[in-house]
């Protein structure tokens, strides 16, 4: 039994935003509400690691969807499809945006598996993996700044990987 002034951890309450997401695009209702949650969360409230503002992709996106807006909204809100190579609506994704801040402000819990690995393009990049609820955010170390990649739902092929990538990182 929770203690009456204990507050919930913000880890605890994580659920989706909305009920119901259609797989192709959200109500314009809904699309206001996932850009209202980006906006709060990446420009009035920034997210920031040890002093340094985490940035996002600010180019305006050309996707359908999202088009006029930054980016990085786009990226963790849709997926690349492995067939065309565009980028798709993603309601999982889309439905845990308000899961980034809290899982990169609580790196330090013991639920948040957090390691480093070196991309291909060379950059380092940092995962914060919601393990128990397969998620992972994944930011990208820029010279002296860091930007937010991407963040989403992990798959089985993914958790293997993710699982040994934490498993060589030192901690």
């Given amino acids: 039994m929770m203690n009456y002034f204990e507050e919930e951890h ?6 989706d935003l909305f ?4 797989l192709d695009e959200p109500t314009s209702d809904q699309m206001y509400t996932l850009y209202g949650v980006f906006k709060k969360d990446m420009i009035e409230e920034p997210i920031y690691i040890n002093g340094i503002q985490v940035a996002y992709d600010k180019r305006k996106s050309r996707h359908p969807l999202f088009r006029g807006r930054p980016s990085g909204f786009e ?3 849709t997926r690349e499809s492995k067939h065309s190579g565009k980028r798709n609506f993603d309601p999982e994704r889309a439905n845990k945006i308000h899961w980034i801040k809290p899982v990169v402000n609580c790196k330090e819990d013991t639920r948040v598996r957090y390691f480093e690995r070196i991309h291909a393009n060379g950059k380092n990049q940092q995962y914060y993996w919601l393990y128990e ?4 955010v994944i930011i990208r170390e820029i010279t002296n700044s860091l930007q937010l990649v991407t963040a989403f739902k992990v798959d089985d092929i993914e958790r293997r990987r993710f699982q040994n990538w934490h498993n060589e990182y030192p901690n």
């Fill in 75 to 77: 990226h963790v809100c």
């Fill in 19 to 22: 009920e119901y997401l259609d």
């Fill in 10 to 15: 913000e880890l605890d309450i994580v659920e």
């Fill in 133 to 136: 609820k397969d998620y992972v």
